[in-house]
């Protein structure tokens, strides 16, 4: 695999690339954890084809995926961000992904619009948990993979070790194609498994030569189990019978049948790349692989399709005069240029100026209200980085930015005006950290509505909860760096400076015993006075039994019409709660006796006898907190599943039973209080070295140790 050419007619730096076919395109998202060399490879690949003039580097701010204020101070990504460039006449759509596990939603956008992934590795660091679960993420969805091991020249790096490692975590169907040449500590250049060629990089350009015979050991070590993977996974018999027989295989064979076996998912050759030598070792032979060996969007499966109303839509294909069904994977909003879509079109051809109906549906929990709409789209551009180019079309199995569509969010479909459809969105995890917070000044209260409006538009993983019972604005996040993120973007692009308040916990109230008590509501002042008075008898209910009212009024002393009255007024008041402001529940109040007048009585003073009937109560008889318990099912490794069961108990949880899932992993269940998991997203990702994740469901409420419930009295 060795191509002369290391651009095209479509690569000059400052234009933008361009593709009418859909088989002159390769989708290709770079996988990997964070520091793993994302985006500097990206960046080496841009210069190796002409498309930037040298690459830069993440120390000094100046790269072209890590453009954003934040990613530039963290140095790190955090957004999916798109760089298209051309090799060999193919458009190669590169999307950088961000590492870290807070913004996997990211990650998510990038492998739906990804025809196959490269997946990025260090050779000074290798393989820890979090790569291993990005590898699972990837294999989900079922998407082509090649592995590319970075930074072989690094003092640290070990290229036989990761290679084991890689082989050891993610399966069969690993296996290198090429191998590095090492000199005196240095590395020179890279062995070609297939072509048995050596591409010298010490100059600083690759040339190309024969390999001296000191590596036919090494060469043949890794070059036979290559061509039987290959072989094996091209299922010809015929052709492993030949090669068993000792017959030469032509390369080109093998390289066909090697892009069969990438594009099935089921075989992921090995690259490795150094940041020496020009514009690096091992671009080159990255960008051959991609234009070679990797699927086109032809050949990428179409996500499930239907009308609005749900039904299936058959015989829909990657072609540019099939009908239009795109969806928008990214969104982010421009203080200059305003919304900004990034679209993958999945059929048809998106055009500037045209008109197309957009539609959201499935994420109201998210903030993101169901819509359906016709709008007008503005100019099409490629981006590169922040720079966008002008592009006449993008057509089916293309990726461009749409500016201006001002109801599109991420996740929402674009089609035709007359047969609107839906795609079937992509699976986007819990956000599980709330963090509440509130606005500085009354300046930001008036911004902050529709700042966070975009925020939500922008991010799937995001979910905005306005706390009626808590009178609190909460954010659920997926994680601490996630928050400090939406938080500095409230700041520096809306202008909206807010600050975290802690979270309050939703808690409930109940009688811890029995008793009886009067409302006594007798009142003169002239003309019609008030005259109400309400014997009830209280008494605790199960957890979850709710509210129940029991009528045993006999002989009439309480009027029928003013029955329905006393159990109103207790209704407001449990509502409000009658020691510490938190709605009461699972209560039975039975109306026993009362008195009437025939002219003071009413609606409202029996309302507010039965309100001041439950008062005496709850001065009678102690009231129990209650707090909120959720059923927690946590999934970690498991060397970790000791740590986990440890911390859940300190937790005041139940730990229910554990079970294993695949292999190597362990499901932990139990029952944890709410207020105890309240930053449970983040110290579990601690403790699992970030592998670890959970999922949580409300389960009932339960008395608050008495110890707490005085603390928090005391705070109130």
């Known amino acids: 695999m060795a191509e002369k050419n290391p651009g095209g007619a479509m690569g000059a730096a400052g234009r933008a690339p361009a593709a009418d076919r859909a088989d002159a395109i390769r989708n290709v998202v770079l996988v990997g954890h964070s520091g793993a060399g994302k985006t500097t490879l990206l960046e080496h690949l841009l210069a190796a084809t002409g498309t930037i003039q040298r690459p830069g580097r993440v120390e000094d701010g ?43 939603g990211d990650l998510r956008a990038g492998l739906r619009a990804a025809d196959a992934a490269l997946f990025v590795v260090s050779a000074a660091e290798g393989i820890d948990g979090l790569t291993r679960l990005l590898w699972e993420e990837c294999a989900q ?39 590095p040449v090492v000199t005196n500590g240095n590395v020179n250049g890279l062995i070609g498994l297939l072509s048995q060629k050596f591409f010298n990089y010490a100059t600083g350009t690759r040339t190309e030569k024969e390999p001296g015979a000191e590596y036919e050991a090494r060469i043949e070590e890794y070059r036979g189990p290559l061509i039987e993977g290959i072989i094996q996974e091209s299922e010809d018999e015929s052709l492993m019978d030949r090669y068993l027989q000792g017959d030469p295989i032509d390369t080109k064979v093998l390289i066909d049948d090697l892009e069969k076996a990438v594009a099935r998912g ?26 070679q060996g990797f699927p086109s ?6 996500p499930e399709i239907t009308t609005l109303d749900g039904k299936p839509v058959d015989g829909i294909a990657c072609d540019p005069d099939g009908p239009l069904v795109a969806e928008v994977v990214k969104t982010t909003s421009d203080p200059y240029v305003g919304r900004i879509s990034l679209v993958r079109v999945f059929s048809g051809t998106l055009r500037p100026d045209m008109t197309v109906h957009v539609s959201g549906h499935g994420l109201a929990d998210r903030g993101h ?63 599980l950290l709330p963090v509440a917070i509130r606005a500085r000044s009354k300046a930001d209260e008036d911004k ?12 799937p993983t995001l979910r905005l909860e306005n706390n009626a019972e808590t009178r609190q604005l909460v954010l659920w996040c997926m994680g601490e760096a996630h928050t400090d993120v939406l938080l500095d973007r409230l700041a520096k692009r809306h202008g909206v400076e807010v600050e ?96 009437a007048h025939s002219v003071d009585s009413s609606d409202m003073a029996f309302q507010i006898a039965g309100q001041l009937a439950l008062k005496e109560a709850a001065a009678k008889v102690p009231t129990l907190l209650l707090e909120p318990v959720d059923e927690l099912s946590v999934l970690v490794a498991d060397e970790y599943v000791g740590s ?4 859940l108990s300190s937790r005041r949880g139940r730990v229910l039973g554990t079970e294993p899932v695949g292999t190597g992993r362990t499901l932990v269940k139990a029952e944890v209080p709410q207020l105890e998991i309240t930053r449970y997203a983040i110290d579990l990702r601690s403790m699992s070295h970030g592998t670890g994740s959970f999922h949580r469901s409300f389960l009932r409420y339960e008395p608050l140790p008495s110890h707490l419930a005085g603390k928090l009295a005391a705070a109130e």
Request: with cysteine.
């Open 500 to 595: 975290r308040v802690e979270l309050r916990v939703p808690l409930r109230e109940t009688f811890g015993g029995r008793c009886q008590a009067m409302g006594r509501n007798v009142k003169q002042t002239g003309g019609h006075g008030q005259y109400a008075i309400c014997h009830i008898e209280v008494e605790p209910l199960p957890s979850g039994g709710g509210f129940e009212f029991v009528d045993k009024i006999v002989g009439g002393v309480v009027p029928r019409q003013f029955i329905p009255s006393v159990e109103k007024g207790v209704r407001a008041q449990m509502e409000r709660g009658v020691v510490a402001g938190y709605p009461m529940v699972d209560v039975r109040v039975t109306l026993y006796d009362g008195k």
């Open 448 to 459: 902050l509505s529709q700042a966070l409006g975009r925020l939500v538009a922008e991010d």
């Open 62 to 104: 100046n790269t072209v995926s890590d453009f954003d204020e934040v990613e530039v101070r963290q140095q790190r990504s955090v957004n999916l961000a798109l760089a298209p460039l051309v090799h060999n006449h193919i458009k190669i759509n590169f999307l950088d992904t961000p590492g870290y596990a807070d913004f996997v």
């Open 141 to 179: 969805v079922g998407m082509p993979r090649a592995v590319v091991i970075t930074k072989i020249d690094h003092q640290r790096a070990d290229f036989d070790e990761v290679l084991a490692s890689c082989q050891a975590a993610f399966g069969d169907g690993v296996a290198p194609l090429y191998l």
């Open 644 to 647: 986990v069961m440890s911390d």
């Open 297 to 302: 969007p032809l050949e990428h499966p179409m």
């Open 266 to 291: 089921s075989f992921y050759p090995v690259l490795c790349t150094g940041t020496g030598a020009g514009h690096g070792i091992g671009t080159l032979e990255v960008l051959e692989l991609i234009t």
């Open 369 to 431: 209200e169901d819509h359906d709409v016709d709008e007008r789209i503005g100019t099409l551009t490629c981006p590169l980085g922040k720079q966008q180019r002008p592009a006449a079309k993008g057509v089916a199995g293309d990726i461009v930015a749409v500016a201006k569509l001002s109801r599109a969010e991420t996740g929402d479909t674009l089609s035709e005006v007359d047969r609107p459809l839906l795609m079937t969105a992509w699976t986007m995890p819990d956000p």
